[in-house]
Structures are given as C-alpha cells and as structure tokens.
C-alpha cells in the first residue's frame, strides 16, 4: 500500500496559512471534523492549546510546507496530546516536527486506537511526554506505527520510553541516547 495515498480517493485538500496560531488551529480542528477533507497542508506551525485534536478516524494526510528546508511545528504546548487515531483511521504526516505534546493516557505526540495506521516521513518526534507509555506515540494492541527517515529525541514516558510499539515498523530514523524504543509483540 502507498502510504502517500492509503485510503484516499478523492483529495478534498484543505491549505492552512492563517498566521494567528489560534485560527490556524481552528481550522485544522475544522478540517480533521470535515468528513470529506483528506488532505491538510500546513504552510504554517500549529500550536495546540485548546485540547488533542480531533480524532482521525479516516483516511487523512497531514503535510508541512512552512519556509524553505524547516519542518513546520506542531506543538501540544506542554499541557495537551496532539494527534490521536481512531480505530481503522489512518493518518499520514510529512515533514511536520511533532514537539511538546503531552498526555495522560499514551502517546504525548501520538496515540493510536486498535486497528488504527499512521505513517511519519521525514518529520521529527521530539520532547513529547507521557505520564503513562510512549513518551512520542503510543500504539495500541493492533495498531500500525510506520517510521521512516525521521529524528526522534528527548521524548519522556513513565514506561516504555519515547516509543511503544507494538507489531509496528521503525525504518532509517535517528535516536539520540538508548531506551527510545519499547516493543511488545513484534521486532525492532
């Protein structure tokens, strides 16, 4: 399966510029609500204050198009978890850092549902934190977390470190100091 496409057919795309950070996360929150929008571009960082973000229970792709060689931001601003993917959703995210996300249940970036997908390429998972498991993203039983030429760092969790996995896929991704990953049920 692409990942670039999994799951989307007709490309509703929805382009995020607005500089104020509160509209901009207005209209991603809108977008994510939208059933018919698959496809979101961010040309400018998100700072989420208001809450995780509505769960991506179909198939939608995220990608960061912010200045030239610079990932966009997507930041929980320390006090709230940024994406969540609901049971079957699939999320893919392109060029985006996922930072300062921070969550209770798993998953300070990312938390996924059982049977939920997400694909991460070329984008950063750094200093998310979870009181529970999965300092970055959290992967219920089932779920598929797929990685590829991505930096993760500085991510804190009380178990399982920056990332638990389970039967998920980590592919040419850099991690700063030992414990970044804790898998259950599959390989590393």
């Not at 999320?91 to 798993?106: D, I, K, M, P």
């Amino acid at each position: 399966m692409d990942p670039t496409s999994a799951g989307i057919d007709d490309l509703v795309e929805v382009v995020i510029t607005e500089p104020v950070p509160e509209y901009a996360e207005t209209r991603v929150r809108t977008s994510l609500e939208d059933s018919l929008v698959t496809s979101i571009v961010l040309e400018v960082d998100l700072v989420v204050k208001n809450g995780i973000l509505p769960a991506v229970s179909r198939s939608v792709r995220i990608v960061g198009r912010c200045a030239v060689e610079t990932l966009c931001q997507v930041s929980g601003s320390r006090q709230n978890g940024i994406f969540a993917v609901a049971a079957g959703g699939f999320l893919y995210l392109q060029t985006v850092a996922l930072r300062f996300g921070y969550s209770e249940v798993g998953g300070g970036a990312l938390h996924l549902a059982p049977t939920a997908s997400a694909f991460l390429l070329d984008g950063v998972l750094e200093a998310n934190e979870a009181s529970s498991k999965g300092g970055a993203v959290y992967c219920s039983t089932g779920a598929n977390f797929t990685a590829e030429g991505n930096q993760i760092s500085g991510n804190v969790a009380d178990q399982n470190g920056h990332v638990l996995l389970i039967r998920s896929s980590v592919v040419e991704n850099r991690v700063s100091t030992g414990g970044a990953v804790a898998n259950s049920g599959g390989w590393v």
